[in-house]
């Protein structure tokens, strides 16, 4: 899900692909408030925003390739899992925290009384180290039932551990094969629901491993093969790019234009992305939106609870609806950033001093 910050000082850091990430981030916070709204997916105007987790399971293994095919020949297995663990875990627990508040406190709901003490405590201490537990039956069997979007994040670190234990050590061919595998169980998939919007809950718990599978891999080729495209779309151009996935109408050939997204245009994307030009005028905001999108991701679902069960008390007209989804989107980005500025960083940064003394 990020740009690992522990490479060496003496890597290129791919800027563009940071701020892309921003922008998958924003394309998910905008979903889930449409997916409220407009349950038809087929008048959704942004029913393909979920589609932005397989966009960040391919940067990932390209940049976990990057950061660590060579440093792993060096560096234990001890250290990889503590770096990836101070990298996601503190937000992961932010994330469940604010997940349990909002379930207390969330003014327009009655969840509370569905729900035992000792079954809340178990949600959350589940929620709080990552163990997938589709209980909660008035959140749709969500894995995580006090932050959904974690279960990208298991599926995340399951890679991290496949990759440390086994994928570093591969050779390329291996991987090839790997990965058409890996192709043929998303089309399983696409045959069989007729999307890929499944992982989050129960029911379709194995097809998030498909789309970790081949996205992570597709992104380590991409690596591992330098398939990196020169080119100079830039960063607004691969935002144009990349949005235009998300906005995709949604429709009967669904099945089709989820693969062709999934496993051609993606990985496409990242390459480009890699290998694009960067103009001095678009650092700080490729910066900005990378800084802010792992925090916005997994900060975001509790305030959505709070939206979605507005939404069908209150039954706002549409000039509300805009409104609301508008500054809402502006102020979780307002909020992401303090949570980086004020937790995240200086969680991560005293973890490290911990852990180096």
């Known amino acids: 899900m990020d740009l690992v910050n522990h490479v060496q000082q003496s890597k290129k850091h791919f800027l563009v692909l940071d701020g892309l990430r921003g922008v998958a981030a924003i394309a998910v916070v905008v979903f889930h408030f449409m997916e409220w709204i407009i349950t038809d997916f087929t008048k959704n105007f942004i029913a393909h925003g979920f589609l932005a987790v397989d966009f960040f399971f391919c940067l990932s293994g390209f940049v976990i390739a990057y950061a660590y095919d060579n440093r792993l020949q060096t560096t234990s297995l001890k250290s990889f899992f503590k770096l990836r663990m101070i990298r996601l875990h503190p937000l ?43 209980i909660m039956e008035s959140r749709a069997f969500n894995l995580f039932g006090f932050n959904a979007p974690a279960w990208s994040l298991f599926w995340e670190y399951v890679a991290n551990i496949v990759y440390a234990l086994i994928l570093h050590k591969l050779s390329k061919k291996i991987m090839f094969v790997l990965t058409a595998i890996a192709a043929i169980a998303v089309c399983i998939v696409l045959a069989h629901a007729g999307n890929i919007i499944g992982g989050w809950n129960g029911e379709t718990f194995w097809h998030g491993g498909a789309r970790v599978a081949y996205s992570f891999l597709a992104g380590m080729l ?122 995240d960083t200086p969680v991560r940064i005293w973890l490290q001093k911990r852990w180096n003394k």
């Open 222 to 343: 991409i690596y591992r093969c330098n398939w990196i495209i020169k080119n100079k779309i830039g960063f607004a151009g691969l935002t144009l790019l990349l949005t235009a996935a998300f906005l995709f109408p949604f429709g009967k050939w669904n099945w089709l234009t989820e693969g062709f997204l999934v496993l051609i245009y993606f990985p496409l994307l990242v390459s480009l992305g890699a290998g694009t030009s960067l103009s001095e005028k678009t650092k700080a905001l490729c910066t900005f939106s990378g800084a802010i999108s792992y925090p916005l991701y997994m900060t975001h679902y509790a305030f959505i609870w709070v939206f979605g069960h507005y939404f069908l008390e209150q039954k706002p007209d549409t000039a509300t609806l805009v409104v609301i989804v508008s500054c809402g989107t502006v102020l979780l980005i307002a909020f992401s950033y303090v949570v980086m500025k004020c937790y």
């Open 92 to 134: 992961v627990i932010l994330g469940s925290v604010l997940g349990l508040f909002g379930f207390f406190l969330d003014p327009f709901s009655t969840e509370t009384t569905a729900y035992s003490s000792g079954t809340i405590a178990l949600l959350f201490i589940a929620a709080v180290f990552l163990v997938p537990l589709p």
